[in-house]
């Protein structure tokens, strides 16, 4: 799509006509909502709502688009999307993670999961709750090792539980 000048009003960035730009501002709207639901944000109206008014935003700049507005506008609640879950993580307790997970609402489920931090080393257990408490960044500051060190020990110790529980992991993921 060649370069446009973005409109202020958000509408008339997705159509002249008013009944099109309406059907397609819907369709986008739900398409944003998806994105946000799908990648767990808690309330994914509300993103919705924070990523039209971010694109609004820049619409008011001036920005120029050399994409369909709609294809902007999923970019954007992909951002979101990444900020709601990264603020979300940095406070949310490792508990409330298992418990607010679609798989894990069930007790019988939570109980597994706490045999299984069970079956680790106390070390690495200790490690791995720490990590989902404080979440990555400030693990790693506390620890004075980068973020990508904790995750990676964190990959390492869940990837050794998995293969303590099923020995076939590994050749499975091969196949």
Known sequence: MAPTSGPTDLLAAFSPDPAEALRRYLS???????????RGCPDPEAAAATVFVRVIAKLK?????TVPVEYYCLGVARMVALEELKERRDHVSFEEEFQSAVHFADPFFMILAKQCLELLPVPDRKFILEF??????????????TEN?????????????????NPDFLDEKKK
């Open 28 to 38: 986008c709207r739900t398409k944003v909502i998806s994105i946000c639901c799908h």
């Open 61 to 65: 700049e001036g920005i120029t688009l």
């Open 132 to 145: 989902y408490e404080s979440g990555a960044k400030a693990f790693a500051s506390s620890l004075g090792v």
């Open 149 to 165: 060190a904790v995750r990676m020990r964190a990959f390492r110790i869940i990837k050794a539980l998995r293969k303590s529980l």
